[in-house]
T-cell receptor
Framework: DADVTQTPRNRITKTGKRIMLECSQTKGHDRMYWYRQDPGLGLQLIYYSFDVKDINKGEISDGYSVSRQAQAKFSLSLESAIPNQTALYFC?????????????FGPGTRLTVL | TQLLEQSPQFLSIQEGENLTVYCNSSSVFSSLQWYRQEPGEGPVLLVTVVTGGEVKKLKRLTFQFGDARKDSSLHITAAQPGDTGLYLCAGARDYKLSFGAGTTVTVRA
C-alpha cells in the first residue's frame, strides 16, 4: 500500500464550487505539505504544517485553505474554485527518518476548473 | 520569480549519450535534492546532497553540490530510454523545499 495517498485522483468542477482534496499518510511523519504544479513552473508551496496544531501559509496560499485533522491527515480546500486553479496538486510528508529535508509525495490530484 | 534556476528546460538525446542538468541559485541551502517525476505520478527522491563540494554517485547518475551550497548538477552517463522523465532540483531551508522549474529529459532508442 502507498505511504501517501490522495483523493480524488481526478476532479472536474465548475467555477464557484467548493472543492476539498484529501491527503493521508501512514509514514508517521509530523510535517505535511500541499503543492501545486503547473507546466514550466515546478512545484509551488501552498500550505504546510509541522504538527497537528501548526498551519503556515506558503508562497501561493490565496484562494486556498487547509485543515490538519490528525497527524496522518491534511486536507486542502478551494472555497470558490476559479479556472486558474486548474493544476496538479501534490501532498507531501517529511519526518526525521530518511533525512529531515526529504519529502515523500503522493500520486497527485489533477483538478480542472471549468 | 524562481529561487532555483534549472537548465536546460528540455533535453533530447540518443541512447548512449551523456547529459548534464544544472541547478543554480543565489541562495544558500542546508541541502539540495534531486527528484524524478513520471507522467501522472508524484516526484520520487533520487538523492540528497548536504555538504558543499559533495559528489554522490548512483549507478550511472552523478550528483554534485557546489562548494558554496548554492548550486548543483546532475550528470547521466550512457543514458538509456528508462532515464526519460522530468528531473527536479529542490533546495531545502527550515524544513521547506523550493523547487526549480524542472528539466524534461527524453532519451531516444
Amino acid at each position: 500500500d502507498a505511504d501517501v495517498t490522495q483523493t480524488p485522483r481526478n476532479r472536474i468542477t465548475k467555477t464557484g464550487k467548493r472543492i476539498m482534496l484529501e491527503c493521508s499518510q501512514t509514514k508517521g511523519h509530523d510535517r505535511m505539505y500541499w503543492y501545486r504544479q503547473d507546466p514550466g513552473l515546478g512545484l509551488q508551496l501552498i500550505y504546510y504544517s509541522f504538527d497537528v496544531k501548526d498551519i503556515n501559509k506558503g508562497e501561493i496560499s490565496d484562494g486556498y485553505s487547509v485543515s490538519r485533522q490528525a497527524q496522518a491527515k491534511f486536507s486542502l480546500s478551494l472555497e470558490s474554485a476559479i479556472p486558474n486553479q486548474t493544476a496538479l496538486y501534490f501532498c507531501a510528508t517529511s519526518g526525521s527518518a530518511g533525512g529531515p529535508d526529504t519529502q515523500y509525495f503522493g500520486p497527485g490530484t489533477r483538478l480542472t476548473v471549468l | 520569480t524562481q529561487l532555483l534556476e534549472q537548465s536546460p528546460q528540455f533535453l533530447s538525446i540518443q541512447e548512449g549519450e551523456n547529459l548534464t542538468v544544472y541547478c543554480n541559485s543565489s541562495s544558500v541551502f542546508s541541502s539540495l535534492q534531486w527528484y524524478r517525476q513520471e507522467p501522472g505520478e508524484g516526484p520520487v527522491l533520487l538523492v540528497t546532497v548536504v555538504t558543499g563540494g559533495e559528489v554522490k554517485k548512483l549507478k550511472r547518475l552523478t550528483f554534485q553540490f557546489g562548494d558554496a551550497r548554492k548550486d548543483s548538477s546532475l550528470h547521466i552517463t550512457a543514458a538509456q530510454p528508462g532515464d526519460t522523465g522530468l528531473y527536479l532540483c529542490a533546495g531545502a531551508r527550515d524544513y521547506k523545499l523550493s523547487f526549480g522549474a524542472g528539466t524534461t529529459v527524453t532519451v531516444r532508442a
